[in-house]
């Protein structure tokens, strides 16, 4: 599967962003799909993942309340609204694809077999 994410940009701290991670596959419901970020220096983080189906969801404690995680698979896509951004969210964000309809969500990166180009979000204090 082919996956491109979309929507980052430039946002002032407490304003919001929408990123997009559309896929290429009519399987996208058999994928669970994951963010992850990268800020200079720092190694691949996990932000948050859904599993197949949409009702199962794991945030990382660094977003909990402020990003949420949604998929539409009826288009192929999705979502995450990342809602009051910190400077420290500052990153390029990674859309991930994890093959099977699995009961638990992949919060490692080398869970995840399928990756998007990324997008830059970045948040100014």
């Known amino acids: 599967v082919q996956l491109q994410a979309s929507g980052g940009g430039l946002v002032q701290a407490g304003g919001s962003l929408r990123l997009s991670c559309a896929a290429s596959e009519r399987t996208f419901s058999s994928y669970g799909m994951g963010w992850f970020r990268q800020a200079p220096g720092k190694e691949r983080e996990f932000v948050v993942g859904i599993n197949w189906s949409g009702d199962m969801t794991y945030y990382a404690d660094s977003v909990k309340g402020r990003f949420t995680i949604s998929r539409d698979n009826a288009k192929n896509t999705a979502y995450l609204q990342m809602n009051s951004l910190k400077p420290e969210d500052t990153a390029v964000y990674y859309c991930?694809?994890?093959?099977?309809?699995?009961?638990?969500?992949?919060?490692?990166?080398?869970?995840?077999?399928?990756w998007g180009q990324g997008t830059q979000v970045t948040v100014s204090s």
């Open positions: 991930a694809a994890d093959w099977g309809r699995r009961a638990v969500v992949a919060t490692t990166s080398g869970s995840y077999q399928y």
